[in-house]
T-cell receptor, first 114, second 120 residues
Framework: DAGVIQSPRHEVTEMGQEVTLRCKPI?????LFWYRQTMMRGLELLIY????????DSGMPEDRFSAKMPNASFSTLKIQPSEPRDSAVYFC????????????FGPGTRLTVT | AQKITQTQPGMFVQEKEAVTLDCTYD???????LFWYKQPSSGEMIFLIY??????QNATEGRYSLNFQKARKSANLVISASQLGDSAMYFC?????????????????FGKGTLLTVNP
């Protein structure tokens, strides 16, 4: 089975532009997580979904960030408008029945906002 | 206070030797889970090992073992017989509270990581 799929792998955009990151979780997994990794703050959970429903979005930095999961096989993380401080690696992860033992991470999207 | 503390920013080990990566945690919840992830230079996060707070024995997975000292709130990762491919960042993480099927409690808090370099 394919792992978690993220696209794009790299994104370079200018400040003020809208950015959409995409994630396809592992088939059969019903929990999905979005993380952000920076040198300064390490790995932070932004939001997670269980059965397509957002459970905790307390990690979303501000209103410029939004996430959706319209169905069990697809999620998006949108930043509008983007700012240079949003530059980071964004990971999507999925698990079966929410955190059992492990979360399976995607390869990440490296976002650079100039 | 930090939930997860990894005090070693970097570690070096000779190939074929064992190495211990430190992790201490802070929680008042009696039920929690501890995880170790590996992040090679390619960037992906790879799950290595899990220890539940009520597990009686230390977790082991191949060359990885977790030295769980509950009273000291430490969950050190031991890698035996290091290989060059073990060179990577290693993250300790914690989930507080019991896992439940309702999915309401599974936030992972990660430490800052330890960069392990295995020398030939």
């Amino acid at each position: 089975d394919a792992g978690v799929i993220q696209s794009p792998r790299h994104e370079v955009t200018e400040m003020g532009q809208e950015v959409t990151l995409r994630c396809k979780p592992i088939s059969g997994h019903n929990s999905l997580f979005w993380y952000r990794q920076t040198m300064m703050r390490g790995l932070e959970l932004l939001i997670y979904f269980n059965n397509n429903v957002p459970i905790d979005d307390s990690g979303m930095p501000e209103d410029r960030f939004s996430a959706k999961m319209p169905n069990a096989s697809f999620s998006t993380l949108k930043i509008q408008p983007s700012e240079p401080r949003d530059s980071a690696v964004y990971f999507c992860a999925s698990s079966f029945r929410a955190s059992a033992y492990e979360q399976y991470f995607g390869p990440g999207t490296r976002l650079t906002v100039t | 206070a930090q939930k997860i503390t990894q005090t070693q920013p970097g570690m070096f080990v000779q190939e074929k030797e064992a190495v211990t990566l430190d992790c201490t945690y802070d929680t008042s919840d009696p039920s929690y889970g501890l995880f170790w992830y590996k992040q090679p230079s390619s960037g992906e996060m790879i799950f290595l090992i899990y220890q539940g707070s009520y597990d009686q024995q230390n977790a082991t997975e191949g060359r990885y073992s977790l030295n769980f000292q509950k009273a000291r709130k430490s969950a050190n990762l031991v890698i035996s017989a290091s290989q060059l491919g073990d060179s990577a960042m290693y993250f300790c993480a914690m989930r507080e509270g019991p896992w439940n099927s309702g999915g309401s409690n599974y936030k992972l808090t990660f430490g800052k990581g330890t960069l392990l370099t295995v020398n030939p």
